[in-house]
């Protein structure tokens, strides 16, 4: 289980990330809150990644996401409440370095939604 991700292609990151969301999970991303640029593995490679929230509600559900078929993708879209991914990350089961970071970031941010 990871968070929507994919690569920055002849874009700018919040737009590949709209577009990510749209063709994975079938949403459409508004309100971008900017989290942190990372080195995925600092000294060995040059890949870094993007991190952004965004807020959305069940109007913004606008597609079926899966991913795209041209790309090999075939993907579950699964939306868990965020207290089970708070236990996820607590009992050391949430195992995807940039979902992890994520909902810590949001639990730091926004504790009020974990209650």
Same mark, same amino acid.
């Given at each position: 289980?990871? $968070?929507?991700?994919?690569?920055?292609?002849?874009?700018?990151?919040?737009?590949?990330?709209?577009?990510?969301?749209?063709?994975? $999970?079938?949403?459409?991303?508004?309100?971008?809150?900017?989290? $942190?640029?990372?080195?995925?593995?600092?000294?060995?490679?040059?890949?870094?990644?993007?991190?952004?929230?965004?807020?959305?509600?069940?109007?913004? %559900?606008?597609?079926?996401?899966?991913?795209?078929?041209?790309?090999?993708?075939?993907?579950?879209?699964?939306?868990?409440?965020?207290?089970?991914?708070?236990?996820?990350?607590?009992?050391?089961?949430?195992?995807?370095?940039?979902?992890?970071?994520?909902?810590?970031?949001?639990?730091? %941010?926004?504790?009020?939604?974990?209650?």
């Amino acid at each position: 289980m990871e $968070a929507i991700a994919g690569r920055v292609e002849d874009e700018q990151p919040p737009e590949a990330v709209r577009r990510e969301a749209m063709e994975e $999970a079938g949403l459409r991303i508004r309100d971008l809150g900017f989290v $942190a640029t990372c080195w995925s593995s600092p000294g060995v490679s040059t890949e870094r990644f993007h991190l952004y929230l965004a807020p959305y509600s069940l109007d913004d %559900r606008i597609g079926n996401g899966g991913g795209r078929a041209d790309e090999f993708e075939d993907i579950t879209v699964r939306e868990i409440a965020l207290s089970e991914l708070a236990q996820l990350v607590d009992k050391g089961l949430l195992t995807d370095t940039k979902s992890f970071l994520l909902v810590q970031t949001l639990r730091l %941010r926004r504790p009020d939604l974990f209650d």
